[in-house]
């Protein structure tokens, strides 16, 4: 599903990630060859450290990998089998992810139970139809990432250490279901997914999930994509429908690309929600990214981002956060890519992080600074 020629190699970090990260099927390369691909072994392990002023206990209020208060923590263990299916002819192919670190727990799925410290990430299957020259069509299957927003599970592809507000409380982390997946022209691309819901493996009620992203890339330098979903996600109701829409867009500012910015929004609501008045409710939210290649070897990522969960549907008593019937949060963050070594990847980060209500272990604000290593085989 994600275009992750960063677990071969380090040397190109940011744009090739995040754009083929959330299913960017203009920047696929075709496989011409007759013979089946190889099947191929890759993945990645990330550890960290994280310390906060306004810390609650042990935990980090409002964050998701970085979650735990001044220790050193294995975030995960990626191992990632995977046979592409070469989009020229029909093939076909599978992708599996399986996920062993204290960020499988942050990403867990209903009805998948290894324990606390495992998952898998991803697992699906790939049936492909040539439809002419850089033209097809594929049918996937399985438990797949979500096609929302910039950043995405697997920490080694996003511009920064941590995860931002819009990816950890306004979207799903994955999918399970199937999705048709179409490259109509060399601009356009587009997918259909009919899904359990938002984090199922197993349904929790009697009902589907519609996803459908629209994806145009004008030119060798922008990305724009339009997402919406629709389904009742609340367990044992049929009715209560969760709707939404996200637009991302991408923009080289550079023809060498040592310089991208990238936008993310987010508009969505749910019947019937809403903590204070059971009525409905909705959220908005907004983050800009910008990447900047100060040496070869040395990425700044920086990245602002915000939401305000009017009613409480998103936040509300969720990793850290207290009981609440509305919050306004976001923060800014700045990181360092490094990669001067090979297969490594080190990153320091600074964060600031900034609410409508004392959040922060009874106060209205955080500081906190990390650092992360990883290192992709």
Same mark, same amino acid.
């Given at each position: 599903?994600?275009?992750?020629?960063?677990?071969?190699?380090?040397?190109?970090?940011?744009?090739?990630?995040?754009?083929?990260?959330?299913?960017?099927?203009?920047?696929?390369?075709? *496989?011409?060859?007759?013979?089946?691909?190889?099947?191929?072994?890759?993945?990645?392990?990330?550890?960290?450290?994280?310390?906060?002023?306004?810390?609650?206990?042990?935990?980090?209020?409002?964050?998701?990998?970085?979650?735990?208060?001044?220790?050193?923590?294995?975030?995960?263990?990626?191992?990632?089998?995977?046979?592409?299916?070469?989009?020229?002819?029909?093939?076909?192919?599978?992708?599996?992810?399986?996920?062993?670190?204290?960020?499988?727990?942050?990403?867990?799925?209903?009805?998948?139970?290894?324990?606390?410290?495992?998952?898998?990430?991803?697992?699906?299957?790939?049936?492909?139809?040539?439809?002419?020259? *850089?033209?097809?069509? #594929?049918?996937?299957?399985?438990?797949?990432?979500?096609?929302?927003?910039?950043?995405?599970?697997?920490?080694?592809?996003?511009?920064?250490?941590?995860?931002?507000?819009? *990816?950890?409380?306004?979207?799903?982390?994955?999918?399970?279901?199937?999705?048709?997946?179409?490259?109509?022209?060399?601009?356009?691309?587009?997918?259909?997914?009919?899904?359990? $819901?938002?984090?199922?493996?197993?349904?929790?009620?009697?009902?589907?999930?519609?996803?459908?992203?629209?994806?145009?890339?004008?030119?060798?330098?922008?990305?724009?994509?339009?997402?919406?979903?629709?389904?009742?996600?609340?367990?044992?109701?049929?009715?209560?429908?969760?709707?939404?829409?996200?637009?991302?867009?991408?923009?080289?500012?550079?023809?060498?690309?040592?310089?991208?910015?990238?936008? #993310?929004?987010?508009? $969505?609501?749910?019947?019937?929600?809403?903590?204070?008045?059971?009525?409905?409710?909705?959220?908005?939210?907004?983050?800009?990214?910008?990447?900047?290649?100060?040496?070869?070897?040395?990425?700044?990522?920086?990245? $602002?981002?915000?939401?305000?969960?009017?009613?409480?549907?998103?936040?509300?008593?969720?990793?850290?956060?207290?009981?609440?019937?509305?919050?306004?949060?976001?923060?800014?963050?700045?990181?360092?890519?490094?990669?001067?070594?090979?297969?490594?990847?080190?990153?320091?980060?600074?964060?600031?992080?900034?609410?409508?209500?004392?959040?922060?272990?009874?106060? *209205?604000?955080?500081?906190?600074?990390?650092?992360?290593?990883?290192?992709?085989?």
């Amino acid at each position: 599903m994600k275009a992750r020629t960063w677990l071969a190699s380090s040397a190109s970090l940011i744009v090739p990630l995040v754009l083929g990260a959330q299913q960017t099927d203009s920047t696929k390369k075709t *496989d011409s060859s007759a013979a089946a691909p190889p099947i191929t072994i890759s993945g990645y392990a990330t550890l960290s450290y994280t310390w906060a002023n306004n810390p609650l206990d042990t935990i980090i209020v409002g964050r998701a990998y970085d979650r735990n208060y001044n220790s050193f923590s294995l975030n995960v263990v990626n191992l990632t089998v995977e046979r592409v299916a070469p989009t020229d002819r029909v093939s076909a192919g599978f992708r599996g992810e399986l996920w062993f670190g204290q960020n499988a727990a942050v990403v867990q799925s209903i009805g998948l139970d290894f324990g606390p410290d495992a998952t898998i990430w991803q697992a699906y299957g790939v049936l492909n139809l040539p439809a002419g020259k *850089d033209h097809y069509f #594929q049918l996937k299957a399985g438990k797949m990432a979500t096609l929302l927003g910039v950043e995405v599970g697997e920490d080694i592809l996003n511009p920064n250490l941590s995860l931002g507000y819009q *990816d950890v409380f306004l979207e799903p982390f994955t999918d399970t279901g199937i999705e048709l997946d179409a490259k109509v022209s060399s601009k356009w691309d587009a997918e259909l997914r009919v899904v359990n $819901g938002w984090d199922q493996v197993t349904d929790v009620n009697l009902s589907k999930t519609i996803v459908g992203r629209l994806g145009l890339t004008p030119d060798d330098r922008t990305l724009v994509a339009l997402t919406g979903y629709f389904g009742p996600e609340q367990p044992g109701n049929n009715v209560n429908e969760r709707t939404g829409i996200d637009l991302v867009a991408s923009r080289k500012l550079d023809s060498a690309a040592t310089a991208v910015a990238f936008l #993310q929004l987010d508009y $969505g609501q749910e019947a019937d929600a809403a903590v204070l008045t059971g009525g409905l409710a909705s959220w908005v939210g907004a983050g800009l990214w910008l990447t900047y290649d100060v040496v070869p070897a040395a990425t700044l990522a920086l990245r $602002g981002d915000y939401i305000n969960d009017r009613e409480g549907a998103r936040t509300s008593n969720v990793l850290g956060f207290p009981a609440t019937t509305g919050l306004k949060v976001g923060s800014v963050t700045a990181t360092v890519n490094i990669k001067y070594w090979n297969h490594a990847l080190l990153r320091p980060e600074i964060r600031f992080d900034r609410a409508s209500l004392p959040v922060f272990d009874s106060h *209205d604000s955080q500081f906190s600074i990390g650092m992360g290593l990883s290192y992709i085989y």
